[in-house]
């Protein structure tokens, strides 16, 4: 505006000092004034024109909502917090060497309640290379205390990469392979296929049992551990090692407390398979567990699961232990009764030469067997049964219930000296 403004100061100047006649001097005055006009009215407009926004440099943080989990993403790093919290009331008979009943809110069964943090970084735009990275930790909700004493974190402590290319790698703290892909048939409310993420099982009752078989030297998840994963079309392989457990150096000892695995599955869509293998050693001496399973979408409202796991571990004294086990389920979604779901499980261990703890009950699969004196046959065997009504996909409450029953020398700590013992509970969960 200076700059126009300048030339006609000027030639308003220079028309002052021109001699001209008195009408002459009027017009160009007039015409000076209508100038003069206009340029208030283009500066007046210039000034009440909304100011054009610059653009920004770098991407503002942006907060979302994507249920269940709540997402903030900046640039190219995306942070996920998200938990579940499963409240059950529940009853057994036999909850006591006096076959006393039992009857209270009790550490959830269907979901182990959690509270996570999911991170994710792009390292490369082109071809999706990024940086990943879990933590989660596991509370009991009756009580607020932490599922393991002392340990923040013990569900997952863990980073890695992951891209198209050469799948996911991560280093840390983490499921088992063998549970990542045998959940999707070693009980009734799996996924049905394999992903690259973790699998889950349900939490706290007999009906979870068989998780131990997908276990290894440190439990069913591993400690100091890489674990890969690839998906390849329907197609998905792992391979994992635990080191020695204990999340640093054992001088002379590589062997120790070390758990190796690798699994394959097909994604088959209507049907899907998958089989594991893992070898663990455990206080000097060899575990193994091969497992084979899968599941079949009969009807839009019918699925059927079922497997076999193959279980020998060395013992001390009393030779190897081989177990047995057969699994099968039905879940039904009719759609007569919409966001329903009912589920009806079985399996069986047949377990030989099976050592005993000093307690007097049967070791678990995943025990020291070290210390083992006495051993002996047995079968354990279990019902389980639970139906859910689902409100959105955040929200269900769901019931459920539990027999066991052991035969021959099989002892099991969950039926306090009995030979069989009967649960039943009621819940309600929600995921944000």
């Known amino acids: 505006m200076k700059h126009f403004l300048t030339p006609l100061a000027i030639a308003i100047g220079l028309a002052a000092t021109i001699p001209a006649r008195a009408d002459d001097v009027a017009d160009l005055k007039a015409q000076i004034q209508i100038l003069s006009d206009r340029l208030s009215n283009i500066e007046k407009e210039r000034s009440q024109a909304k100011p054009v926004e610059a653009k920004a440099t770098e991407p503002r943080p942006v907060t979302i909502a994507y249920p269940p989990s709540m997402q903030l993403i900046s640039g190219n790093t995306t942070v996920s917090i998200y938990g579940i919290l499963d409240a059950t009331f529940a009853t057994q008979n036999h909850a006591d060497a006096a076959g006393n009943r039992g009857t209270a809110p009790v550490v959830s069964w269907m979901s182990g309640n959690r509270f996570g943090i999911d991170a994710s970084h792009v390292l490369n735009p082109t071809t999706g290379v990024k940086v990943i990275g879990r933590l989660e930790n596991e509370f009991e909700l009756p009580t607020g205390n932490l599922d393991t ?22 280093f840390g703290r983490q499921n088992t392979l063998p549970r990542d892909f045998a959940q999707t048939w070693g009980e009734a409310f799996g996924s049905r296929e394999v992903s690259l993420d973790e699998g889950g099982w349900n939490n706290n009752n007999q009906m979870q049992y068989l998780i131990n078989y997908a276990g290894g030297a440190n439990g069913t998840r591993y400690n100091s551990a890489v674990v890969w994963k690839k998906k390849t079309g329907q197609w998905v392989t792992g391979l994992a090692h635990q080191f020695n457990g204990g999340g640093g150096y054992v001088p002379g000892d590589i062997g120790t407390g070390t758990t190796s695995a ?8 209507q049907w899907n398979v998958n089989g594991t293998f893992s070898r663990a050693n455990i206080a000097g001496l060899t575990h193994q567990v091969f497992g084979f399973g899968g599941n079949l979408q009969v009807t839009p409202e019918v699925l059927v699961r079922g497997g076999y796991f193959n279980n020998s571990a060395d013992q001390a004294v009393v030779g190897k232990r081989k177990d047995n086990v057969f699994t099968a389920s039905l879940t039904l979604t ?22 005993y703890a000093a307690s007097g009950n049967t070791l678990g699969v995943n025990a020291d067997t070290s210390a083992v004196a006495t051993a002996a046959d047995g079968k354990l065997s279990t019902l389980y049964a639970a139906a859910f009504y689902r409100w959105d996909r955040q929200t269900d409450v769901y019931v459920a219930m539990d027999t066991v029953r ?3 020398g099989f002892h099991l700590g969950f039926t306090n000296g009995f030979s069989s013992a009967t649960e039943f509970g009621a819940g309600l969960r929600f995921k944000f």
Request: a negative charge.
């Open 406 to 408: 052991t035969t021959g």
């Open 149 to 170: 004493n002392n340990v923040l974190f013990n569900r997952d402590a863990w980073v890695g990469v992951q891209g198209d290319d050469f799948g996911k790698i991560t």
């Open 334 to 355: 009719p759609t007569a009764i919409p966001n329903t779901q009912f589920d009806i499980g079985y399996y069986n261990v047949s377990a030989k030469n099976a050592g």
């Open 262 to 269: 690798g699994a394959v599955a097909y994604n088959g869509g």
